[in-house]
């Protein structure tokens, strides 16, 4: 079974501070992906990495950056959180040959005060 | 305009209906299209895949009408373990980010009462 692994269901930090949200798959997939999902706003691509040290911007990536340094970790940055940065954040991968099938890891619920 | 967009719901239905969703895309150039689904504070898994043709798997069917720009979703005989969030996912592949890059609409959450 594939697995992902977040670093931390849940995280409290105060405004300011900066705060580092990890992921690691198992699978060695290639590509790995960070997103946020919000009430009625569904899942929002921050960032993808589709090999180590490779990263893409996807649709949100203003206040966050990435790190990609091994195939089976890919850590979210944010360098200065806000409160508009608390949010769900999901950590997926998926392998190159199927590309559609995303795994996700269970999420970290982050809250910015 | 969002480029995938779903109806929220929710669609509250009893055991053994049958429920169709429906998801428009907005860009006519989409490469290839899925469902996932989302249980209650879980992560989203692949559900299936939607061809033009349309498939089946068990008691889900999924077409495509690319003409339209819409995905549709129809589950028969609906069992209480159906109650979850489907999210409608499309690859842009082409247009706009790469091959492993997809765009999920915001799901359509369904409640199967007994």
């Known amino acids: 079974d594939v697995k992902v692994t977040q670093s931390s269901r849940y995280l409290v930090k105060r405004t300011g501070e900066k705060v580092f949200l990890e992921c690691v798959q198992d699978?060695?997939?290639?590509?790995m992906f960070w997103y946020r999902q919000d009430p009625g706003l569904g899942l929002r691509l921050i960032y993808f990495?589709?090999?180590?040290?490779?990263?893409e911007k996807g649709d949100i990536p203003e206040g966050y950056s990435v790190s990609r340094e091994k195939k089976e970790r890919f850590s979210l940055i944010l360098e200065s959180a806000s409160t508009n940065q608390t949010s769900m954040y999901l950590c997926?991968?998926?392998?190159?040959?199927?590309?559609?099938?995303?795994?996700f890891g269970p999420g970290t619920r982050l809250t910015v005060t | 305009r969002k480029e995938v967009e779903q109806d929220p719901g929710p669609f509250n239905v009893p055991e053994g209906a049958t429920v169709a969703f429906n998801c428009t895309y907005s860009?006519?150039?989409?490469?290839?299209f899925f469902w996932y689904r989302q249980d209650c504070r879980k992560e989203p898994k692949l559900l299936m895949s939607?061809?033009?043709s349309g498939n089946e798997d068990g008691r889900f069917t999924a077409q495509l009408n690319r003409a339209s720009q819409y995905i549709s979703l129809l589950i028969r005989d609906s069992k209480l373990s159906d109650s979850a969030t489907y999210l409608c996912?499309?690859?842009?592949?082409?247009?706009?980010?790469?091959?492993?890059?997809?765009?999920f609409g915001s799901g359509t959450q369904l409640t199967v009462l007994p």
């Open positions: 997926a991968s998926s392998h190159n040959d199927r590309a559609y099938e995303q795994y």
């Open positions: 699978m060695d997939h290639e590509n």
């Open positions: 990495s589709y090999d180590v040290k490779m990263k």
């Open positions: 860009n006519s150039a989409s490469q290839s």
């Open positions: 939607v061809y033009s």
């Open positions: 996912v499309v690859n842009l592949y082409g247009i706009r980010g790469s091959a492993r890059q997809l765009t």
